[in-house]
């Protein structure tokens, strides 16, 4: 177990970075991760200064130079040649681009998603299914809305990963504590 674990003040002291709402905190980073003070200070100036030096500076300095440099250090980070390194606005557009330029898929050939992908992810999916030829096959290992109904028998629902919500649908309702369901059900009581 690392050492920080059950270190309550190290935990303390990373949340004071950070600005946060009253209620649940939210630790997944499906539409923007969380910015701690200092980043976001930071972002705050980096986008002024884009402001004041507009389409000028983007041209001439940050295209050919720190651009370059910024991708040059992540390859080396992650390993890999900097022309394998793009940057994306986001993880959709990332994913987007991924799927969309993947080129080695022929008429015929069989892309799969679940039932459980982003719409946008599912969409883009779909396009290679009209531009490319290539044949979607889309798994629904539940029928939807299954288990939707307050006080369902959960006893045949079983996850991989103890989790009270997945994206886009979620079959069953969570039990009070999710390790509840598989337990029963790995000791044949469910």
């Keep these: 177990m690392p050492r920080n674990a059950d270190n309550e003040p190290h935990w303390q002291a990373i949340a004071q970075r950070y600005a946060l709402?009253?209620?649940?905190?939210?630790?997944?980073?499906?539409?923007?991760?969380?910015?701690?003070?200092?980043?976001?200070?930071?972002?705050?100036e980096h986008v002024a200064f884009i402001n004041r030096s507009n389409s000028l500076y983007v041209r001439q300095r940050f295209e050919q130079g720190e651009n370059v440099e910024i991708r040059r250090q992540l390859a080396g980070l992650i390993d890999v040649d900097p022309e394998a390194v793009a940057f994306t606005r986001n993880a959709t557009e990332a994913l987007q681009s991924l799927i969309r330029n993947y080129n080695r898929l022929q008429p015929g050939d069989q892309v799969l998603i679940s039932d459980l992908e982003y719409?946008?992810?599912?969409?883009?999916?779909?396009?290679?299914?009209?531009?490319?030829?290539?044949?979607?096959?889309e798994l629904v290992p539940h029928p939807p809305g299954q288990f939707r109904q307050p006080g369902a028998d959960l006893s045949r629902c079983v996850r991989p990963i103890p989790a009270p919500e997945a994206h886009g649908t979620d079959?069953?309702?969570?039990?009070?504590?999710?390790?509840?369901?598989?337990?029963?059900?790995?000791?044949?009581r469910a």
């Design 119 to 137: 719409d946008t992810v599912k969409g883009a999916m779909r396009w290679l299914a009209g531009v490319r030829g290539v044949e979607v096959i």
């Design 21 to 44: 709402e009253p209620g649940p905190i939210n630790l997944e980073n499906g539409y923007f991760g969380r910015m701690s003070h200092d980043v976001q200070a930071q972002y705050l």
């Design 171 to 188: 079959p069953c309702d969570p039990p009070h504590r999710p390790g509840d369901a598989r337990r029963g059900h790995r000791q044949g």
